[in-house]
């Protein structure tokens, strides 16, 4: 089949085009051309060691931001609390970088830089925090969190701690719960002042004026855009993704995508001459009020509240069967504001595919729980389905399941999972007795799981409230507009449109999120002429900005076209 799916989006910058350059020798060039001093900060994960062998020659003094910070007996006596004993779940660390810098040790660092200054000497300051050290000509080299996390798996450490041999879901519980929030406000707090930005993510860094990316961004939530869409394999992954998204044959299988998490996923800024990729959180920190109308953004801050992620059980296997954390319960247990409701929505199926969702009537708690535990114990295995509904699921399906809802995906499906965002709250129940990937039994966590099971979500209840609960908004010769989810306890609205000619879309100044469910391709266009045409193909993932207004979808391929559209429901504003 003839592959179409984009998986290197990206966002065409104007006016920029002289801005950009690409190479060690231009980033050294920018370097030695720049005013002393030179402050070169980093986020966590950027080869600081690769950035200084480049460019360190020609300056007289050089110090090592990492000389700040308070010693690692002591970060690990602060952090300990939010690091926690558990393999995946941290707290969040809701402070900031200052609370982790040694103060005699900054004073030191910034009597250093000044004397060398005041003696004429060429000053380099480098390495995480280093804007904290001197004002000076700012480069800051920034990473993606997907490259983050696979530099873990390499064996790199996380910054505040020596643990470079620590299991990879450990060292990214520590990135999420502690690392990256700090050094995403220290990046925030710096954005506006950086005169060079550098993505480090390959071996070949490529740079942009701040103007340049400052610009970039700006013109961005004007408009819809993509976000660069990373695939990962799993032990239940399937082979859907490898023909419809034109990925690696030879791979055993994909399981997961993120194709629309700007948490997770990075933004490739095109400026003509060149690309560089830029996590996504830069435009979710810089620009939150027009990325997601004023509503939004009063209710979650700088967060992006919506995740669009395949999960790919075609020739596969059952996902791990699962529930995730109450409102209350995740704010009190891990820190977080809001929690991970979410639903499935089949984008394809083949015969015979299900999904586990809901209790069976009358199932005795403290009876299952003792069958999870002993299955769990190696013992007998557990019988999912003498107490879990076993739903048959077929294409364009929807399951909605509010938090706390048991349920699990299975074997043979596509689904489009459409969710709220914070992270990866799932507390796995049973997941088949198999190992991962890694060799090692995946993380169960039968304490969390039992004090947020509701167990008066039984068949009947589970069948009206959650089993494709769509009902037609209004139709036309032309076009159908459904609602398709989710449930009233999720803050997430739903709607479904069948066209064979185009739908015309007002998101009322609230952030709109659509992936191509059917059909071959589409432009989105603007009836005021607010942005460019953009194309789309089928089963890629776009952001509407609330900024970018009303939408048109237009059918360019030769079938009729689906859409779903996902966006916050929120009242209405005077």
Not at 396 to 418: N, Q, R, Y
Not at 488 to 515: A, G, H, K, Q, S
Request: charged share 25%.
């Amino acid at each position: 089949m003839e592959v179409k799916y984009d998986k290197f989006p990206a966002i065409r910058v104007k006016g920029h085009e002289n801005d950009y350059a690409a190479g060690w020798q231009a980033l050294a060039d920018s370097v030695s051309n720049a005013a002393s001093p030179v402050v070169f900060d980093l986020y966590p994960g950027a080869s600081q060691e690769a950035v200084q062998d480049h460019i360190a020659n020609g300056f007289d003094v050089v110090i090592d931001a990492c000389d700040i910070y308070k010693d690692k007996d002591i970060l690990e006596q602060i952090l300990a609390h939010h690091v926690t004993e558990d393999r995946i779940f941290g707290t969040v660390f809701y402070g900031v970088l200052q609370d982790l810098i040694d103060e005699k040790k900054l004073a030191e660092a910034k009597e250093k830089a000044a004397l060398a200054e005041a003696e004429g000497r060429r000053v380099l300051v480098i390495g995480p925090g280093a804007s904290k050290i001197i004002d000076g000509t700012l480069f800051y080299g920034d990473m993606a969190r997907w490259e983050v996390q696979l530099r873990y798996r390499r064996g790199m450490p996380n910054f505040f701690f020596d643990n470079p041999k620590e299991d990879p879901l450990r060292k990214i519980k520590r990135g999420f719960f502690i690392e990256w929030r700090v050094f995403d406000k220290h990046k925030k707090e710096s954005f506006e002042n950086v005169d060079w930005f550098v993505d480090l993510n390959e071996d070949t860094p490529k740079l942009a004026t701040g103007d340049a990316v400052r610009d970039g961004l700006a013109q961005a939530v004007k408009g819809p855009f993509r976000t660069k869409p990373y695939f990962d394999p799993g032990v239940w992954g399937g082979q859907w993704m490898k023909d419809v998204c034109g990925l690696d044959k030879n791979e055993k299988n994909f399981a997961w995508s993120f194709d629309g998490v700007p948490e997770e996923n990075a933004i490739l800024l095109d400026f003509g001459s060149g690309k560089m990729e830029l996590p996504a959180m830069d435009l979710v920190l810089t620009h939150p009020k027009e990325l997601l109308g004023p509503q939004v953004y009063s209710r979650f801050g700088a967060e992006f509240p919506i995740r669009f992620d395949f999960l790919d059980t075609m020739g596969g296997q059952n996902l791990s069967l699962q529930v995730h954390p109450l409102t209350e319960y995740i704010h009190r247990t891990f820190g977080m504001a809001y929690t991970q409701d979410e639903s499935y929505y089949i984008l394809d199926a083949k015969e015979g595919a299900h999904v586990y969702l809901g209790l069976k009537e009358g199932v005795d708690p403290e009876e299952m729980m003792a069958a999870l535990e002993e299955a769990n114990a190696g013992g007998r295995p557990f019988d999912a389905e003498k107490y879990v509904n076993k739903i048959p699921a077929k294409k364009h399906d929807h399951f909605l399941i509010p938090a706390g809802t048991i349920h699990c995906s299975g074997a043979d499906s596509m689904v489009l999972e459409v969710s709220a965002t914070p992270y990866c709250f799932t507390f796995k129940l049973w997941d088949w007795g198999r190992l991962g990937l890694d060799g090692l039994p995946r993380p169960v966590h039968l304490d969390h799981g039992r004090k947020n099971i509701q167990w008066d979500r039984q068949t009947s209840w589970v069948m009206d409230n959650l089993v494709n609960n769509i009902w037609t908004i209004s139709e036309t010769e032309t076009v159908k507009e459904e609602h398709t989810g989710l449930h009233e306890l999720e803050f997430i609205e739903t709607r479904r449109y069948w066209t064979d000619t185009e739908v015309e879309i007002d998101p009322e100044n609230n952030v709109n999120m659509c992936n191509l469910i059917e059909g071959d391709e589409a432009v989105i266009e603007s009836p005021e002429g607010t942005f460019e045409p953009f194309p789309i193909h089928y089963a890629e993932t776009f952001v509407i900005p609330a900024d970018a207004g009303r939408y048109v979808i237009r059918n360019t391929g030769s079938r009729p076209i689906g859409v779903l559209r996902a966006y916050v429901r929120t009242p209405k504003a005077d």
